[in-house]
Structures are given as C-alpha cells and as structure tokens.
C-alpha cells in the first residue's frame, strides 16, 4: 500500500500467471458453495414449513466441525462430576514480612489428612533445607502473523478476532501496516528494517526505544517457523498517519508496533527460585523470580506481564514461623469453556478454514443464534442442529473431512492434484447426504421447530421476576417507535407496568449470570465488529434516574436516557 512498495512490485512483475492459486481459490468457494448452501437451504426449509415462523439456519464444511468443538464442549461440562479435595494454604513471617507457601502436594484426598498436616504444622517452626535458583532466557516473540495479533488482541484488551482484523484492515488501507491477512511469522530484510524504525520513531513513545535498536550493526528480528508463500508477517511500513488515530485503530497499532521492535531485541533473562522447608515430614515451597535484565521486556511494555516476586532473605540453616496454616475444600474444575479467541485457536489446530474466514465463521454463529456469551455456550439450537447432522450427515461434523478438503486445496496450488477430480469426488459423499436428509425432511424440520419456537420465548424471557409483582420478565418492542425494553408480563394480567430500559443497537442476549450489585439478570449487546456491551439493565435505570440529562456532571447522553420507552 506504500508508493515504494508499488514501485517495486511493478518492476519485479513476475511474467508467469499463477493459474493453480486461482483454481484453488475457485474450487474452495464451489465447496462452500455445495455444502454450504444446499445444507443451510434444507434445515432452514425443512423447519419454514411447519408453518411456526421463520428462522435463517446454516451449516457448512467449516462452520459444522467448530459447531461440534461447541457443543462437544458443552456437553463435557454438563456430564463433569466435580470431585472434592483439600489444599493446604499456609504463610510464613521473616523479619515482620508475610510470605505465602505452597505445601509439598497440590491436592489431600481427605480432609482428616488435610487437618492432621494443619494441626501438627500450626505455629511450627520450619527449617530450610535447601535454596535453588536457576536463570532462564526467554526470547524475543516471533512477529505477528494474524491469529497471534487476534490471540493478543482479545489477550489484552478483550477484542473479538472479527474487531481485531476488521481494525487491522483499516490501518492496512491507511497504508500503516501491511497486509494483515496472513500465516507468516517472519519478517524479510527486503521490507527495510531500518527505514520501517525510522519511520516509526516519528511517535515520541517509540523514539528512544528505535534509538536504542538502530544503534546495531546488525537488525535481525525473531522470526516463527511459520511462512506464507503470499505474504509476509503483519509489521508497521513507516509512514506517518493521515489522520489521528483514536480508539481501537490507536491501541491495536501501539501493539503492532512494540511487537515489532520487541522481536529485534536482545533475549531477556529471568531467575526463578524456590527455597524448600521442612517441619518433621512435612514440606512447604518458597517460589519466588526477578527480571536481572529485561531484553525484549522493555520494547513490548505495557503488553507483557511481569511475575516477579520476592523471596525473604532466608539461608540453609535458617529458621521461619508458620503465621497461618488451614485446610481448604475445593473441586475439580470442567474444562473451560471456549471464548472466541481459543475457539479461534481450535480451528487453526484443526486446519479447519483460512485465516481470513475463521473470525467471521465464530460471528456467523452468534448470529445464528447457535452460541452466546463470551463464555460461549451452545443454545438448545445448536445441541439439536449438531445432533441432526451428526445422525444424518456425519461427515459435516468431522474435522478431519473438512482438513482434508483444506489439503486438498493447497494440492490444487502445488500442480498435484485437480480442481475438477476435487468436485466431483466431493459432489460424490454430497449426494448420499442430501438424499438422506430430503427422505427425513418433515422429522428434521419437526424437530427443529419445535426448538427454535422454544429458544425464541427463552431468548427474552428473563430468569429475575418482576420485582414489583413476581410475574416474568421479557424483551418488549414498543409498536410506536419499534425500540425495545424490559416489560412485565402481568400487564394484562395485574396492570404492572414495570419497565426498564435496554441498548438499542447490536443483538441482544440474555446472560447467565447476576449483577453483582442489585443481583439483576445481567444483558449482552453485540454488534459485528464491536466489543461486547455487557450491563445491568436495573443498575442503569437507577443511574439514569439520578442523573439529569442537562447536568454538566451527566456522564449519559440525553440521546440514551430518551431511548428507555415506555409500556405501551
């Protein structure tokens, strides 16, 4: 997107066409095509004529197998049977300072085992019998190639993967970085090492930090084992912004920035230590570590997270007190569930879609309705979506069919293998499926409906009651204006007109969770491209009444508090 890199482009024309890239372009998109629309017509028909409404439904070679990774997931955490066990935290005190321990095994199996330990260690004196250290260098990061800028991104400040690329395109366009859409990790010295650091270091931030790095005879960044053939990783050019950047577009181009001169940055180097004390049989662990020189730390500062922690001045032979020692129950814990960018993550490990649709499959199944939260969970949609393909197409749902496809894809590109004998095998596992699910249409789309009627009163239908007369609560349009918010279903039946209001932009989704201050359902909106709005409907209401909309204090827009209709 910079005039040099044009100029160049334009007298390095290379004289052969690439016709394979675009047989393998052309065959992934009659894929998708053939899976995508022929599955997604016949869900979504199937359930359209049992006459209960219509719902868009969906399913394909790429977004089947991550539906399955979802609900897989769920269905792992309902089936988790949580086993108890005890752990022992103990402190100990030096010099007036309190230090926490960590006892020689992780978890007692009893808790009259875990009472014994804490009985006979209480106000003990424990001896140390051994100090260890040891140095560890930590090497700078590889640069980012576009699931590692999404992962760091959602990391640090909690951007979905279709935001962070939707925001790296823009400075992309803006001709501030280069193209994002890639798997490299590894950055060529023909992009100009040199001229990129003096372009950057036009930011009073970066000034000090390039001039430290073009000191250097020699700069050679930390490049990643992973390559793209098209493109190399996501770096800044150098050129100076147009415009101011604010925002998104400010916070993500900082963080490209600083991983672009950490990963040319000396290695830095930590130490850990641990000092063991013992007390009769007994064992409690000391950990502790410090940063002795900070290397790439420096350049990638405020987005690496330092653990240092100090340890007490303490040598063989020395003695410390037990200041609190007790037992505590825990359980073990189910397997998280996925959040969009791990979800991401999964996908990438499965060679299941490219790196320029992965974030917009994740979208396209909150938009579906299949998932929601951050936290995603599996609605009964997606359980029953994912259970008709799993009894009828199984091969939509298997990753490795879809990875096949993808090899396939980059057989295409390599000359081996045909776009032509690729369709036609694939048309040949299509057709049986197809069959299958057009003789079963009527019982799918029975069952389906049925769902879908059921997940569309869940959707608005809060589990906090009414606070004024316990009847439900529920997402209400007010047919004047079309604008939506809290209504209580004992208007017809009791004439409460209890309201509150809700965001009036992006989808709305019903969480599991209470607000922590008022114990009020909490409400998530999300908008393609956004982060999440995450609120308290009640919280906001009583801000809202406190604050007057004239007040040079307000900090709502008038523009927001009119937006809470009334029942109407």
Same mark, same amino acid.
């Given at each position: 997107m910079t005039e040099k890199e044009l100029r160049i482009a334009f007298q390095k024309l290379n004289s052969k066409t690439e016709l394979l890239v675009v047989d393998a372009g052309k065959c992934r998109h009659e894929l998708d095509w053939l899976y995508g629309i022929n599955l997604s017509r016949l869900l979504t028909e199937s359930a359209l004529r049992q006459g209960r409404g219509y719902t868009t439904l969906s399913?394909?070679?790429? $977004?089947?197998?991550?539906?399955?990774?979802?609900?897989? #997931?769920?269905e792992e955490i309902s089936c988790f049977v949580p086993v108890p066990f005890w752990t022992?935290?103990?402190?100990?005190?030096h010099d007036n300072k309190i230090y926490s321990s960590e006892y020689e095994r992780d978890k007692v199996a009893s808790q009259a085992e875990a009472k014994g330990v804490c009985n006979e260690c209480r106000d003990a004196l424990l001896e140390v019998k051994a =100090?260890?250290? #040891?140095?560890? $260098?930590?090497?700078?990061?590889?640069?980012?190639d576009l699931s590692s800028l999404q992962s760091e991104a959602y990391r640090h400040f909690g951007y979905s993967p279709a935001r962070t690329l939707a925001l790296a395109e823009r400075l992309y366009l803006d001709a501030l970085i280069s193209y994002p859409r890639t798997s490299s990790q590894k950055l060529p010295p023909d992009i100009g090492y040199?001229?990129?650091?003096?372009?950057?270091?036009? %930011?009073?931030?970066?000034?000090?930090? =390039?001039?430290?790095?073009?000191?250097?005879?020699?700069?050679r960044p930390n490049n990643g084992p992973k390559d793209d053939p098209a493109h190399p990783a996501i770096f800044p050019t150098g050129e100076s912004p147009n415009r101011p950047l /604010?925002?998104?577009?400010?916070?993500?181009?900082?963080?490209? /920035?600083? #991983?672009?001169m950490a990963t040319f940055a000396d290695s830095s180097l930590k130490t850990s230590s641990r000092i063991i004390l013992t007390y009769n049989n007994h064992r409690f662990f000391l950990l502790g570590s410090r940063i002795i020189r900070?290397?790439?730390?420096?350049?990638? +500062?405020?987005?690496?997270?330092?653990? /240092? +922690?100090?340890?007490?001045?303490?040598?063989?032979?020395?003695?410390?007190? =037990? $200041?609190?020692?007790?037992?505590?129950?825990?359980?073990?814990?189910?397997? %998280?569930?996925?959040?969009?960018?791990?979800?991401?993550?999964?996908?990438?490990?499965?060679?299941?879609g490219t790196k320029a649709t992965r974030a917009g499959i994740i979208d396209l199944l909150y938009a579906r309705g299949y998932v929601r939260e951050q936290r995603i969970r599996a609605s009964e949609l997606a359980d029953k979506v994912a259970d008709t393909l799993s009894t009828y197409c199984p091969l939509i749902m298997d990753p490795s069919f879809t990875a096949n496809l993808e090899n396939l894809m980059e057989d295409i590109q390599n000359g081996t293998a045909s776009r032509r004998v690729v369709l036609v095998e694939a048309l040949q596992h299509l057709r049986p499926i197809m069959l299958s699910l057009a003789e079963n249409e009527r019982e799918i789309g029975s069952q389906l409906s049925y769902v879908i009627v059921a997940q569309k009163v869940a959707d608005v239908t809060f589990d906090t009651p009414c606070p004024k007369c316990g009847l439900k609560l529920a997402v209400v349009r007010n047919r004047g204006?079309?604008?939506?918010?809290?209504?209580?279903?004992?208007?017809?039946?009791?004439?409460?007109?209890?309201?509150?209001?809700?965001? $009036?932009?992006?989808?709305?989704?019903?969480?599991? #969770?209470?607000?922590?201050?008022?114990?009020?359902?909490m409400v998530q909106a999300r908008s393609r491209g956004r982060r999440p709005l995450? /609120?308290?409907?009640?919280?906001?209401?009583?801000?809202a009444r406190e604050m007057k909309p004239d007040s040079s204090k307000s900090k709502i827009p008038a523009q927001i508090l009119r937006e809470a209709p009334s029942a109407t």
């Open positions: 399913a394909g070679r790429v $977004q089947g197998p991550t539906l399955g990774f979802v609900v897989e #997931r769920e022992i935290d103990a402190t100990i005190v =100090v260890e250290s #040891r140095e560890t $260098q930590q090497y700078p990061p590889y640069p980012f040199a001229e990129i650091m003096r372009g950057i270091a036009f %930011h009073t931030d970066y000034r000090p930090l =390039v001039a430290k790095l073009t000191t250097r005879s020699d700069l /604010s925002g998104g577009e400010a916070t993500l181009y900082d963080l490209i /920035s600083r #991983r672009f900070l290397g790439w730390v420096e350049f990638y +500062r405020p987005y690496v997270f330092d653990d /240092s +922690r100090p340890l007490p001045d303490l040598r063989v032979g020395d003695r410390a007190r =037990v $200041q609190d020692i007790k037992s505590v129950e825990r359980f073990t814990q189910p397997p %998280h569930r996925y959040n969009p960018s791990s979800l991401l993550k999964k996908m990438e490990d499965a060679n299941i204006t079309g604008k939506r918010f809290i209504g209580c279903n004992g208007k017809w039946q009791t004439g409460c007109n209890f309201t509150l209001p809700l965001p $009036q932009f992006g989808n709305l989704t019903l969480l599991k #969770r209470p607000c922590n201050a008022c114990g009020f359902q995450v /609120s308290c409907p009640r919280c906001y209401a009583t801000k």
